[in-house]
């Protein structure tokens, strides 16, 4: 019988070792995995983004009861839903037809007084700025690797970082950038889109023809849905609200995006911290801005916009990084999870679920608290505390669906000749005896056999030496052995 002291340590580590285990990570990610050539690529999709959100609109324009920033997200929607059914080979001419029309429909915006002439020549523009980032959201899944997306998603939070942490304390900034800015970026995606297009053409024929299955795509769309519902519910608060401070949000999403490439890129660690933090800071920041009531607004916008309470400070920095910390990590997964899959079809249906969100979810909670003479801004708390305890409660199901996944975007031994026999006697084994080992798995195994250390392992797949030490440990534990004599002993005529 162990004492009551060993009993506690017992216990205590099979708690840590649970606890641990949330937070394995199966991902590489590295800075050497940056492809220089195709930067242009990389920047598609965030210049895309970043342009759909410049330019100005009146807000006090309202259509069958929406707002005009309702209105927005339904124009938005639709263009999603065209490419849930456009076919493959004309997601690029799309592209490219689209920023063409955006650059033509900027130009008018420049020269149109503000009114409702104007409302609808940026609804046009909205919708073909929509087109094109859903089509450069098609490159941003196939072409690129992970860590390419991560810059690419870091270089969207930058921009709003800076531009909400100066759009306040410097107007002029705000005006020039619903003018020059997005004039600059529009020329520089006209530039990428036309001018190298035929690298972009080349980088997009990849194979798509799989049915996706196990992959992993309706688990983390799935946590995008309710991702989504929780920043509705969390703009809802701070519109309602009028009072957070835009430099402080704007600093918690600069810190958003250090934190991202500390967590994922220098440490290793697994998307789950991310996807925590988002939680975590999401329900901080909302609380911390509902102890502070609703300022005069007269009083507000005059003196130094550092003159708010340290609830406004402390919250809008909080929620700055959580709201920033979401968007990374579910983009950055959803894309992985679809790159992963390598089928056309999960890609769609990630399009047709992106048009239900700003159509029909974005509808509903518009529609539900329109209800209200006065923004009941508890009860949107209230709705983002269950959807969070939500996400906490369900964390172990999700971390083993989901984020023990291997998003590992390494070099493949199916692409070098000089594994590729072995590979298919591994493959052999591993379907005839019914191993279940992975993909990453049967590679290890197979360069093992082959005398290969797990160094030079790490070295020839361009993986860290703990993701293969990670992926030697299953291994082993599914084949029922110790040591890699074992290994030899059992299997080294095989392959």
């Known amino acids: ?10 216990l205590h580590n099979r708690i840590s070792a649970v606890v641990k285990g949330f937070f394995q990570t199966r991902d590489e990610l590295s ?8 930067w242009p690529v990389m920047l598609v999709f965030p210049i895309s983004v ?12 309202a259509i069958t009861g929406f707002a005009a920033n309702e209105i927005m997200f339904f124009i938005l929607a639709l263009s999603w839903l065209i490419l849930s059914f456009t076919p493959k080979r004309l997601i690029i001419p799309l592209l490219r037809i689209s920023v063409i029309v955006s650059a033509a429909l900027m130009i008018l915006l420049f020269l149109m007084p503000m009114g409702f002439v104007q409302f609808a020549l940026y609804s ?55 003018s020059w800015t997005d004039a600059a970026l529009m020329a520089l995606l006209i530039v990428i889109v036309f001018f190298v297009s035929g690298r972009m053409t080349a980088n997009s024929e990849t194979n798509t023809d799989s049915d996706g299955k196990g992959s992993g795509v309706f688990f983390v769309i799935g ?10 519910m969390s703009n809802y608060i701070e519109w309602s609200q009028s009072s957070v401070s835009s430099f402080a949000f704007g600093l918690g999403t600069a810190i958003a995006i250090a ?30 801005l509902l102890l ?3 300022p005069d607004m007269a009083a507000l916008y005059e003196g130094s916009h550092f003159n708010t309470s340290a609830a406004v400070i402390s919250g809008s920095f909080i929620y700055g990084l959580g ?13 992985g999870a679809i790159k992963r899959s390598k089928s056309l079809r999960m890609f769609r249906f990630c399009c047709f679920v992106f048009f239900i969100q700003y159509f029909v979810i974005s509808g509903i909670f518009s529609f539900y608290f329109n209800y209200f003479d006065e923004p009941n801004k508890f009860l949107a708390f209230a709705v983002v505390l269950v959807l969070v305890s939500l996400c906490l409660l369900f964390i172990p199901f999700i971390q083993k669906r989901l984020f023990e996944a291997d998003w590992t975007d390494g070099l493949y031994l199916r692409d070098m000749e000089e594994y590729s026999c072995q590979l298919v006697e591994t493959e052999k084994i591993n379907k005839k005896e019914q191993l279940n080992l992975t993909p990453r798995e049967q590679e290890i195994f197979t360069m093992l056999l082959k005398g290969t250390s797990p160094k030079d392992i790490a070295f020839t797949l361009k993986i860290s030496y703990e993701t293969v030490h990670h992926h030697q440990k299953n291994l082993y534990r599914k084949l029922g052995i110790q040591s890699i004599q074992e290994l030899f002993a059992r299997y080294g005529r095989a392959v």
Not at 1 to 10: K, L, N, T, V
Not at 31 to 38: D, E, G, V, W
């Open 1 to 10: 019988m162990p004492s009551e002291g060993q009993g506690y340590r017992i």
């Open 223 to 232: 946590l995008g849905v309710v991702h989504y519902m929780i920043m509705c």
């Open 50 to 61: 970043i342009l759909g959100n410049l330019r100005y609109y009146d807000h006090s324009i």
């Open 31 to 38: 800075f050497r995995n940056i492809r220089t050539a195709l």
């Open 292 to 294: 502070e009531p609703q």
């Open 124 to 178: 046009a523009f909205k919708f073909f700025s929509g087109l094109c980032a859903a089509s450069a959201f098609y490159l941003f899944c196939f072409v690129l690797n992970n860590v390419e997306r991560l810059a690419g998603l870091a270089v969207i939070q930058l921009y709003y970082g800076l531009y909400y942490a100066l759009w306040n304390i410097f107007p002029e900034f705000h005006t020039a950038g619903n």
């Open 259 to 288: 934190i991202v490439l500390i967590m994922q890129l220098l440490k290793g660690r697994s998307a789950l911290y991310i996807w925590l933090m988002f939680l975590v800071f999401t329900l901080l920041g909302l609380g911390a």
């Open 323 to 335: 709201d920033s910390l979401g968007y990374i990590i579910i983009s950055y997964m959803c894309a």
